[in-house]
């Protein structure tokens, strides 16, 4: 069922949506820099990390500031990291791709899934769930730690909201989104859990770390079962795609440790995005092959 609103309104809602995840992103520059050295992200104010002056409101819009400022500081002229600009950006971006999955028009942009039942909950949910797996990402970039808040958290948040909004399972009973939920969790945490103990018992030392573990766990409390199988696929496929590339390009050594956090990540904000999408292509791949004979 496809409820009608006006184009314009559409639109403006959509401009909305970006601004909106510019301030969102604009916050999490605060979450990726404080977090880990365990400052509260609400206060002081704003400051600038070189010269410690806060920074006032109108050199702190998000986006537009760090183009007038040409990424220096107004006080001390210190470089502002490109970082600032682009988690804005990524965050503005990322919430007006959710959004757009809230079919409007009975079509939607992207190839996107549509949301179960169209319900506009969701479009709330995955902007959470979006915001954590950037938080995780960048924290991971940085300092190879994936906060327990984005984690732990994540799991709590995963297990609380999909027995509110079963929703987010597909499901339309409580219990139903909870024990998904649950399962999801289990599976995310169990498998790679399974990995790194065996991993850390062939390689002798860590092979996988917990916050890894953890990350997965609160993506199947969000995303379900199926979303923790197909985030290891193509976490793995493109972490070793990356990988080989830095070792043969010598930015990296081969022993050296490249965080796996944001390869998770990614591939759970693909799934938000197109994961029926994915599936129905999977399935349609596999009958096709099936009926015309082809080796499986
Ligand atoms: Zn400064």
Redesign the pocket.
């Known amino acids: 069922m496809v409820t009608a609103m006006p184009e314009i309104v559409y639109w403006y809602f959509s401009f909305l949506c970006f601004c909106f995840g510019a301030c969102v992103g604009s916050f999490l520059n605060v979450c990726v820099y404080r977090i880990p050295q365990e400052l509260s992200v609400v206060a002081p104010r704003s400051?600038?990390?070189?010269?410690?002056?806060g920074i006032a409101w109108y050199d702190n819009v998000p986006l537009l500031s760090f183009l007038m400022l040409r990424a220096r500081?107004?006080?001390?002229?210190?470089r502002i990291s490109p970082r600032y600009f682009l988690i804005e950006l990524l965050t503005a971006v990322l919430f007006l791709v959710v959004w757009l999955k809230y079919d409007q028009f009975g079509g939607l942009p992207l190839g996107l899934a549509p949301l179960h039942d169209n319900r506009i909950s969701l479009v709330f949910i995955y902007w959470l769930a979006t915001g954590g797996l950037l938080l995780g990402t960048f924290v991971d970039l940085e300092h190879m730690i994936i906060p327990d808040r984005v984690t732990i958290g994540g799991v709590i948040a995963g297990l609380i909201l999909s027995t509110i909004f079963p929703e987010m399972h597909g499901q339309s009973v409580y219990y139903h989104g909870l024990a998904r939920s649950a399962i999801g969790a289990a599976v995310g945490g169990g498998m790679l859990w399974g990995v790194a103990v065996v991993g850390s018992w062939i390689f002798k030392k860590e092979a996988m770390g917990m916050g890894d573990v953890k990350l997965l766990a609160a993506i199947g409390a969000f995303l379900g079962w199926a979303s923790v199988l197909f985030c290891i696929v193509f976490s793995s496929f493109v972490g070793a795609i990356v990988g080989v590339s830095l070792v043969i390009s010598r930015r990296k050594a081969m022993q050296s440790r490249i965080p796996f956090g944001p390869y998770l990540a990614l591939a759970a904000q693909v799934w938000m995005l197109w994961g029926p999408v994915i599936v129905a292509w999977y399935l349609n791949l596999l009958l096709w092959r099936g009926g015309t004979g082809l080796p499986v």
């Open positions: 400051y600038c990390p070189h010269c410690k002056a500081c107004r006080k001390c002229g210190a």
